[in-house]
């Protein structure tokens, strides 16, 4: 293959409303975004989105990664021996993993998820209410009940009566028109982990998210089976070692949330479905706040694993502003893919020109 040259840009987006959880808060998303580019012309993109508070990355550190590599490389598999320098920060892997992805399927004319082949249809995904009092919870509830989505992802674990009463009242308010699931953040110790537990099926919680810190598990093994099927991993599975001695001890929750910038790119988010697929758990494919780019890339990677169950796919859609166009469809809340070269997404002309 011809020699390519890598680019990076850096760049701090508004979000269209502030949004709490139970570890901090957020207005803005740092971002560092990479291009590879061949003498052909052919160019493939990528995005860091860290999540300091999750894997120790943060923006700063994504872009001083990915600076340390070489501007030019003379061929793909340069790349992929690249990638394994960036082991220690997971999202920077992740973007140049995504631009290559990215960049080979431009070269065939092909879409991502044809080059891995697609097995799972279009989805709905949820979309998230951040930490709110009830008047709130619900305005915000009904904004995206009218924009055409009926899964919302509920932030918790700041004061569990509350956390309760907020989806009593939804549950109330909508009915089973709406899926709910639950996402603690880490932010429950273990009696309220308890307390929250027994509203999980009287309030029909699809899911409920990281109950408690990473490290505390063994609360989740006391719970009913019922329970544990419901809870998705996330902080407590960041690669997939980690999820292999989960399964080997046996796994007391029924999904693993996977996320591209916590794992290192598509394809390792891929070993992690397939490890999942074998031992009979479901996937919910997550993100942070990211670009159509970053959201594509995940999409991709999920309609080629059976063991898909779950999208949480909405971190582009707080953004204010993207710097990148395309990158998926969305209907009535069911995300796809773009019949489109690579990720289906397209740089804006200013952004890297």
């Known amino acids: 293959m ?32 990479v291009e590879l580019r061949d003498a052909g012309g052919a160019r493939g993109w990528g995005q860091a989105s860290p999540a300091e508070e999750v894997t120790g990355e943060n923006a700063a550190a994504s872009e001083t990664a990915l600076r340390g590599l070489p501007s030019a490389f003379s061929a793909d598999a340069q790349v ?65 009940v009218s924009r055409g989505f009926r899964a919302l992802k509920v932030k918790t674990g700041a004061e569990v009566e509350l956390d309760i009463e ?26 309220a982990f308890r307390r929250f537990a027994a509203c999980v099926e009287p309030l029909d919680i699809e899911l409920l998210e990281q109950p408690t810190p ?37 796994a007391p929750f029924g999904s693993v949330n996977i996320k591209l910038m ?7 988010a891929l070993g992690l479905a397939r490890a999942c697929e074998r031992a009979g758990l479901g996937v919910m494919w997550g993100c942070m706040d990211e670009s159509v780019l970053g959201i594509s890339a995940a999409l991709h990677a999920a309609f080629s694993s059976r063991a898909t169950r779950y999208l949480d796919l909405d971190g582009s859609l707080d953004l204010a502003e993207d710097p990148f166009t395309g990158g998926f469809a969305l209907a009535g809340g069911v995300l796809d893919v773009l019949p489109a070269p690579g990720l289906g997404a397209q740089s804006r002309s200013e952004f890297f020109p």
Not at 3 to 25: C, D, F, I, K, N
Not at 118 to 138: D, M, N, Y
Not at 166 to 191: S, V
Request: hydrophobic share 40%; with cysteine.
């Open 214 to 250: 990473r490290g505390s598990e063994a609360c989740w093994r006391a719970a009913d089976e019922s329970v544990q099927q419901r809870i998705v991993a996330d902080e407590s599975v960041h690669d997939l070692s980690e999820l292999e001695r989960w399964i080997a001890g046996g």
């Open 2 to 33: 011809s020699a390519l040259q890598l680019r990076l840009r850096r760049v701090q987006l508004a979000l269209t409303r502030p949004y709490a959880v139970s570890g901090g808060s957020w207005d803005s998303a740092d971002l560092v975004f």
């Open 166 to 191: 907020r989806l009593a009242k939804l549950r109330e308010t909508f009915g089973d028109a709406l899926t709910l699931r639950a996402d603690a953040n880490c932010g429950y110790d273990e009696r």
């Open 262 to 268: 916590k794992c290192g790119g598509v394809r390792p």
């Open 80 to 144: 992929d021996g690249a990638l394994e320098a960036l082991a220690s920060t997971p999202a920077a892997r992740a973007a140049l993993d995504m631009a290559l992805c990215d960049l080979r399927a431009r070269r065939a004319g092909l879409s991502v998820v044809e080059q891995l082949g697609r097995v799972a249809p279009a989805q709905p995904t949820s979309i998230t209410i951040g930490l709110k009092g009830l008047a709130e919870t619900l305005d915000e509830a009904r904004e995206y």
